[in-house]
């Protein structure tokens, strides 16, 4: 054990009687002792003492007056005590002469010799250094019998178990949970408090003695009891005895200290009750909700220096005194944000690729098909989601990527992957054998909460609903008491502080609206043609994307197409030529040239998960309203949810719909964006509307600023915004509807189109979604004369979006610049702030 002495050069006798007391120990190997007259001439003198006091186990401070006035010694006094809290360091303090030690740091730490006696009232001196000696091997032995601790074997097995993934990885026959865990984000104080504060896990590992006691909330499937694994793992290295306690059957009935002593049994191998120092115990008790006498649980915690409980809710503690909880700082567990998303994704597909393929364009496209797969059956393309986005369900959707056989052959594979989730929750709860019985209860009672517009049900309500209108219809061979306690138990339904019941996740519901809607087309007709109609609600687009991973009946196709051309159908698609934008490309002078960038592609998408995380961050669930009044906001919002959904559902089905059902789905859904583009486009192209719109922002630069004249920045603004709304809308299309597997249909539609609109959207869909710069085509449609200058930027913008993105090499770049003509930006200016 390497001890660290920490000393005044002025008390340097001192030392050397220390050492001679303390040789046994060293000529034993039992310690390895380390002072600053160990550095070699020419070390960096500071760095070497900070490095060597982070690898110490046992750190001395040797007090003395002359200690207590060095500013090193006290910078080292500050990092040991420190490490004491952060990595349980033992720190000894021994008093070498009478000082004001009490009065400092150290006060609180048990001092050598006995009492704080100083070693140099001692007489003889070396009665002191025996004291010393012995207070030291105690401290020596009490650490080496922690660290000699081992965990069980198969209590080992159990903290890396990745449990229903173990084997899940088609290339790696068994992943433990080190492959693949990826820490989250902590909400600091819950979500009940004025200053949350967001911590990384890992952080709260680092200053765990800091923040404890902990408690840590989480919702069903958000990874808690992986965060306990992970927690007693780190503890151990620490040379704590963490111990962890589970007991959902049970409600951690009778005392709490028996539950601790036999889970400490069966955890450690040989320990006993002469080991089971409280200052060295840390309890962690999963679901501590469940337990009936939380009460009386938390106070006889008290004994014990640090502990951990992990809860579903802070109101579920339900503790009358408040003191026992004031000390615990809480911590929930949220969802990962894209940027956790696409690490974990990493992780993941590293376990089959090459480490030197990291950063290559192979390794990008695997990531990006699995992002866009993630995130779409997650629900983040419409809005905030349908299904929380916890490792769990990422790890599930990034297994069911290429799934084996569905359990229905009408379903898409997306489909499946939800189905497969609820069937998972309900044979959890051992409900094998009704499993029909609870799917069509399900699909039952989905439908009349849609019908009925609730978004909850009370016990009493439900029961009624069973009674009178379920049992009247369908044999129900299952007591309703227990139907409601499985539903519950095995997190289909949720239940609130009032009793009221709902569904836990929004694409359960959606998933059994659907499956009723699919199962009863013929008389819910004019309800599926109100939730097309209506796309702009979220809820609706969500029960459309449902439908059809639930069926490809050309009914439905039909309604959607049709919905769609009813989208700002006094328009034609915008083609982008010459002759459309002859306005737009006088203004060209304005417009922001492309210009390729200087940093990596691993840093764009960096700084670009980091966007993504802001933006999803601050999104806006809500529904919009049923009454809108205005045409054009009604059609934006119809438009953008329609392109959606059309999207998820040529996507999803790219395999099983007819080619004729492939191509007019996408041409269709094309069009949608393309007449609004129109709609913009020839409201600004009328002077009056320009001229307003210019001297409108030219009057809020002067107002902000406090300059005049600004008529000239007014038209850069103005310019590029239109050519910004342009760009996007384009963009949109690329990432709604582009596939790699869509690819042909893409092709066709665009080549058929053969406008310059139709060519940027397929030159999109192949750079994104293929991961392929073709430069001799892109160089002709630069040179084609029915290109406008503004189409021209566009794809020249495109081009440089996918170099941001993705790995280009050199050679390639000097042709981009030569046959495409775009410049690289200079070396000190950075793209991002270009």
């Known amino acids: 054990m390497k001890l660290f002495m920490s000393y005044s050069h002025l008390d340097e006798s001192y030392i050397e009687k220390f050492k001679s007391h303390t040789a046994p120990l060293e000529r034993e190997g039992v310690i390895s002792e380390w002072c600053d007259r160990k550095i070699i001439p020419g070390e960096n003198l500071s760095e070497e003492i900070k490095n060597n006091l982070q690898t110490s186990d046992i750190i001395c401070l040797f007090i003395s007056s002359h200690f207590l006035a060095s500013d090193e010694c006290d910078s080292e006094t500050k990092i040991a005590l420190e490490l004491q809290q952060k990595k349980n360091i033992a720190v000894i303090p021994i008093i070498l002469s009478s000082c004001g030690w009490k009065d400092s740091s150290v006060s609180h730490l048990l001092v050598l010799p006995r009492d704080g006696k100083p070693v140099n009232e001692f007489a003889p001196r070396d009665k002191a250094w025996k004291d010393v000696y012995e207070g030291l091997k105690k401290v020596i032995e009490n650490e080496k019998k922690i660290r000699s601790l081992s965990v069980k074997e198969h209590f080992q097995n159990w903290l890396q178990s990745a449990e229903l993934l173990t084997q899940a990885h088609f290339a790696k026959d068994k992943i433990r949970l080190d492959d693949i865990f990826t820490p989250p984000k902590l909400l600091k104080n819950g979500e009940n408090s004025d200053d949350d504060e967001s911590i990384n896990f890992n952080e709260l590992l680092e200053d765990f003695s800091l923040y404890s006691p902990v408690s840590i909330i989480g919702e069903e499937q958000s990874g808690k009891t992986t ?24 409600s951690l009935a009778g005392k709490i200290e028996n539950r601790i002593y036999k889970a400490l049994q069966e955890q450690y191998d040989s320990i006993g009750p002469s080991d089971l120092d409280k200052k060295k115990i840390i309890p962690i008790i999963d679901d501590f909700h469940l337990a009936k006498n939380k009460e009386k649980h938390i ?16 109101f579920s503690l339900n503790v009358k005194d408040r003191d026992l909880t004031m000390d615990f700082t809480f911590f929930k567990i949220t969802e990962f944000s894209p940027s956790l998303r696409n690490e974990l994704i990493e992780k993941w597909l590293s376990l089959e690729e090459n480490s030197a393929n990291r950063g290559t364009n192979n390794a990008y496209s695997n990531i990006d098909k699995m992002t866009e797969w993630v995130d779409t059956s997650l629900g983040k393309v419409i809005s905030g989601g349908i299904m929380p986005s916890y490792p769990f369900f990422v790890l599930s959707l990034i297994v069911a990527y290429e799934p084996s056989q569905p359990l229905q052959k009408e379903i898409t594979s997306q489909g499946y992957c939800y189905e497969a989730l609820i069937y998972f929750y309900l044979m959890k709860q051992k409900v094998t054998e009704d499993m029909d019985t609870y799917i069509n209860f399900l699909t039952e009672i989905a439908f009349y909460f849609f019908n009925e517009n609730k978004e909850e049900l009370s016990e009493d309500d439900l029961f009624l609903f069973i009674d009178s209108v379920y049992s009247k219809q369908f044999n129900l061979v299952i007591r309703k008491e227990a139907l409601l306690k499985n539903l519950h138990q095995s997190a289909i339904f949720s239940c609130d502080n009032l009793g009221n019941y709902s569904f836990s996740y929004k694409y359960i519901y959606y998933f059994f609206v659907a499956k009723y809607l699919v199962e009863n087309m013929k008389k819910c007709e004019d309800k599926i043609d109100s939730i097309i109609e209506k796309l702009y609600k979220n809820d609706n687009a969500y029960i459309a994307i449902f439908i059809s991973h639930h069926s490809k009946d050309s009914l439905i196709i039909k309604k959607l197409t049709e919905n769609a051309d009813s989208i700002f159908s006094d328009n034609e698609p915008a083609s982008l030529d010459k002759e459309e934008l002859e306005f737009f490309d006088k203004n060209i002078r304005y417009i922001i040239k492309a210009a ?31 009454e809108v009044s205005e045409r054009f906001s009604n059609d934006l919002r119809r438009s953008i949810r329609t392109l959606e959904v059309m999207g998820c559902i040529i996507k999803n089905r790219h395999g099983s719909l007819e080619r004729v059902h492939l191509k007019d789905i996408f041409q269709k859904a094309m069009d949608i964006n ?101 430069i001799a085509d892109i160089s002709q449609l630069l040179d084609n004369n029915t290109f406008s200058d503004v189409a021209k930027r566009i794809l020249k913008f495109q081009v440089v979006s996918h170099c941001i993105m993705h790995e280009v090499h050199y050679k390639e770049q000097q042709k981009i610049e030569r046959k495409l003509g775009i410049r690289r930006l200079p070396q000190k200016l950075h793209y991002s702030k270009r």
């Open 227 to 250: 965060l306990c694994k992970k927690i007693f793992i780190e503890l151990k290295k620490r040379h704590f005895i963490p111990v962890y306690i589970q007991d959902k059957e049970g």
């Open 299 to 314: 106070a006889d915690l008290s004994d014990y220096t640090h502990k951990i409980i992990i809860i579903d809710d802070i």
């Open 596 to 626: 390729l960038p200087n940093l990596s592609s691993e840093e764009a998408r960096k700084k670009n998960l980091e966007s993504q995380d802001t933006i999803e961050d601050n999104k806006n669930d809500s529904s919009y309203s049923n």
């Open 674 to 774: 393309l007449r609004f583009l129109k709609f913009i486009l020839y409201e600004v192209k009328d002077e009056r509307c320009q001229a307003m719109l210019i001297h409108f922002i030219s009057r809020r630069l002067e107002r902000v600023t406090g300059k005049e004249n600004l008529k000239q920045e007014a038209n850069v603004i103005f310019w590029n915004l239109i050519f910004s709304i342009t760009h996007v809308s384009l963009a949109r299309i690329v990432h709604s509807l582009g596939s790699d597997k869509l690819m042909p249909i893409v092709a066709e539609v665009c080549k058929e189109r053969g406008t310059p609109a139709s060519h940027i959207i397929k030159q999109g869909v192949l750079m994104w979604y293929k991961k392929r710069l073709n």
